[in-house]
């Protein structure tokens, strides 16, 4: 029982971040399982099973904000769908000896690209507002679905920086549209890992907390979104996906590192993480602090000329 309620908080938590900054739900919950010893494909796959419901939640509650850009979602997620099934396929046929540290790899590299990402870049804003084309975000759809299944998260970790690094599609709407296509991506996994290994190794009480714990948080943060420092989160999130999964690599049989090798590992990454997480609340502040400066500054001048403030800023005509 005491397993169940940590899984339902790790769903909640895990999905908080996703509705909140687009990617994580997967990468969270597979680390997890991985560390308690879950098969590689089977922890996948119970994701993906729990991700059906929360991914549908999560996608009703950013539609309702009017967080959603429905082109974008079909344009990603049908050939999202298409690589999850073909990834799903693919781990499946790995034994687990192969496929523990090959997942580890790939979520150490989601988490160094996140915690780089997002701490040294934060979220770019250029172009905004032109059109994604499908040439753009066909290819994606299937690689970042190909990586979401094998890697058991990387849906949002590859599709949502991809997006907002265009600065074609605001913050809140490229996340809301890669919660919502995440649908596909979940149903076609889930289909790929049953036709792969059954349900052999799937333990449903642990999809029902996962899915508990991310329906309930679903709604929150598809509220969240428009509040949330998303830079703060993504060099958090990115620095709890590096540490875990560095951790499951020097234990593996591929390494085997001892102790003080483990502990000196750790307490860099912890140092790293810790400068990271603050740099990133400096530059958040600094850049909200500079927003309300040049606010005030466009107030005060036009108070001082006579001009009323709704014609601050505009042009004579």
């Given amino acids: 029982m005491r397993r169940l309620i940590l899984l339902a908080l790790v769903g909640l938590g895990a999905q908080l971040v996703d509705g909140s900054l687009g990617m994580a739900y997967g990468v969270t919950s597979t680390t997890l399982l991985l560390a308690i ?13 729990a991700e059906i419901g929360t991914t549908l939640v999560s996608g009703a509650s950013h539609w309702r904000f009017g967080n959603v850009d429905w082109k974008v979602v079909a344009k990603i997620g049908i050939p999202g769908a298409v690589g999850a099934f073909a990834g799903a396929t693919f781990l499946s046929s790995l034994s687990t000896e192969t496929a523990a540290p ?19 870049v934060g979220l770019p804003k250029e172009n905004l ?136 590992f750790y307490a860099v990454i912890y140092v790293v993480w810790a400068a990271a997480l603050a740099w990133s609340f400096q530059q958040y502040r600094k850049h909200r602090d500079e927003e309300r400066r040049i606010i005030a500054e466009a107030e005060a001048a036009a108070m001082a000329g006579g001009v009323p403030d709704d014609k601050a800023t505009t042009p004579a005509v």
């Fill in 129 to 264: 507002g032109k059109p994604l084309r499908k040439r753009f975000l066909a290819p994606l759809g299937v690689v970042a679905g190909f990586v979401d299944s094998t890697g058991g998260g990387g849906w949002g970790p590859v599709g949502t920086p991809a997006i907002l690094a265009s600065g074609r599609l605001e913050p809140r709407k490229t996340i809301g549209s890669i919660d919502t296509s995440e649908f596909l991506v979940a149903v076609a996994a889930s289909v790929g890992f049953i036709i792969g290994i059954g349900s052999e190794g799937v333990n449903y009480a642990w999809v029902a907390a996962l899915l508990i714990g991310g329906v309930i948080a679903a709604p929150i943060a598809a509220w969240l979104v428009r509040h949330i420092p998303p830079r703060v989160l993504g060099s958090a999130v990115g620095g709890i996906i590096i540490l875990t999964n560095i951790r499951t690599l020097l234990r593996s049989d591929w390494i085997d590192a001892s102790d003080n090798v483990r502990y000196t």
């Fill in 102 to 120: 090959l997942m580890s790899i790939i979520l150490l590299t989601l988490g160094l690209y996140i915690l780089v990402r997002f701490t040294a």
């Fill in 37 to 49: 010893g879950t098969n590689p494909a089977a922890a996948s796959a119970t994701v993906h099973l």
